[in-house]
């Protein structure tokens, strides 16, 4: 499915492939296009080889035997990266040896859409890894990222934008939403703004002083 462009090493986000939900062919042959770097959690192996993608490096504990470790090994030239730190997700493994390798940004899939425990972890480690790289998850549903003090873009009216604080977050104010804040405080578990749209075509300005903010760019179809 894949052949990679030629880009230089750090001008893209890489691309991990999680093992959640399979995103569509359409979403997975848009990310790969520009991927100059795509890593395959272990558990995933065997959906990715039958979808034919090239890869860069097979990552995981390995902690059950895969023979489709075997297989890749044989037909690409990959790197085989073991980590067997119980302490943390695959995922957060997958991260980190980006991090090792001086990317800026990643584009992450397959990371949702099973367990909810998984779900939570892999869409808070956007938070717990922000000084150190930017996060971008995408599923057929939602893109979701971290949002700046101050963000602004264009969106079609009625877009689905959901602000998600992670903890706490104050002074949240926006332009352009179907329901707009003013230095609002919104907190996880008792106040979010899920499900606010824009109101048009046009800008929308979310700006907030203090705390982590996700954004959720939705959709339904």
Not at 95 to 113: K, P, Q, Y
Request: aromatic share 6%; proline share 2%.
């Amino acid at each position: 499915m894949s052949s990679h462009h030629i880009i230089r090493e750090g001008q893209e986000p890489a691309l991990i492939i999680a093992n959640g939900e399979s995103c569509s062919n359409e979403l997975l042959g848009q990310l790969l296009e520009w991927s100059p770097f795509v890593v395959v959690l272990d558990g995933a192996i065997n959906r990715v080889l039958e979808l034919g993608i090239k890869i860069d490096v097979l990552l995981g504990d390995f902690d059950s035997k895969n023979h489709a470790v075997e297989q890749i090994q044989a037909q690409q030239k990959i790197e085989i990266v073991h980590t067997p730190d119980q302490n943390k997700t695959d995922l957060q493994k997958g991260i980190e040896f980006l991090i090792a390798r001086n990317f800026d940004a990643v584009n992450i899939i397959w990371a949702t859409g099973r367990r909810a425990d998984h779900n939570l972890s892999n869409i808070t480690d956007i938070v717990r890894y922000k000084q150190q790289i930017n996060i971008v998850l995408h599923d057929d549903y939602s893109k979701i990222f971290q949002l700046p003090k101050r963000y602004q873009k264009w969106y079609v009216k009625d877009t689905v934008l959901s602000l998600m604080p992670v903890g706490v977050v104050s002074g949240v104010t926006t332009q352009g939403l179907s329901y707009n804040l003013q230095n609002d405080v919104l907190t996880l578990g008792y106040r979010t703004s899920s499900s606010n749209s824009a109101a048009q075509d046009g800008q929308v300005m979310i700006e907030h002083s203090e705390g982590d903010l996700l954004m959720m760019e939705c959709r339904d179809v």
